[in-house]
């Protein structure tokens, strides 16, 4: 199994928005609206940010945005702060065994 | 407060076995599907395993196929990951997480260091 494919690294200002796409196959995240996203930051674990494509858990920010277009899912960072820079990885239901699959992950900076 | 505390990794020579462990609680752990996730230092997330709430069903990632093997003892809400075989690769620290089709909360993690 693949991992979905995501930008190495994104970049913003304060105060400005970013996307973070994933993209996968229609086995994966076109075939299911089970695509989530997790926030590392440096030597901790990572949290749930986004679950079921666009859900938001209770206590995230609702700067944090999900959405799904065909097999791309994107992670919409909106107002970034300094705090939002940390590692960013999707997570997506697949048909094939092991059944879960985890994107590349991406570098969020906040210039 | 849901909470997930891995224990057992270490360090183990190329070919050996470590069993790792998983202690739940603030949630019914028999209720649950649970996973088990790694990332090598320096390194993305890793898929590895999952196993149905009952235990009747196992996944693994082709990486680690015929070496782990997930179980489970719902009586003490615990979870286990036996590895065997292990190899330098294997290195990472393991996740242990909740979930059904997303994974929240996640453990601490353990650190698994295969080296001679």
């Known amino acids: 199994q693949s991992a979905l494919t995501q930008p190495a690294s994104v970049s913003g200002s304060p105060g400005q928005s970013i996307t973070i796409s994933c993209t996968g196959t229609s086995s994966d995240v076109g075939g299911y609206n089970y695509v989530s996203w997790y926030q590392q930051h440096p030597g901790k674990a990572p949290k749930l940010m986004i679950y079921d494509v666009s859900n938001r858990p209770s206590g995230v920010s609702n700067r944090f945005s999900g959405s799904k277009s065909g097999n791309t899912a994107s992670l919409t960072i909106s107002g970034l702060q300094a705090e939002d820079e940390a590692d960013y990885y999707c997570s997506s239901y697949t048909s094939s065994s092991p059944l879960y699959v985890f994107g590349t992950g991406t570098k969020v900076t906040v210039l | 407060e849901v909470q997930l505390v891995e224990s057992g990794g270490g360090l183990v020579q190329p070919g050996g076995s470590l069993r790792l462990s998983c202690s739940a609680s603030?949630?019914?752990?028999?209720?649950?599907?649970m996973h088990w996730v790694r990332q090598a230092p320096g390194k993305g997330l890793e898929y590895v395993s999952a196993i149905s709430s009952n235990g009747g069903s196992t996944y693994y990632a082709d990486s680690v196929k015929g070496r782990f093997t997930i179980s489970r003892d719902n009586s003490k809400n615990t979870l286990y990951l036996q590895m065997s075989s292990l190899r330098a690769e294997d290195t990472a620290v393991y996740y242990c997480?909740?979930?059904?089709?997303?994974?929240?909360?996640w453990g601490q993690g353990t650190l698994v260091t295969v080296s001679s």
């Open positions: 603030g949630f019914t752990f028999s209720s649950y599907a």
């Open positions: 997480v909740k979930g059904s089709s997303w994974f929240d909360p």
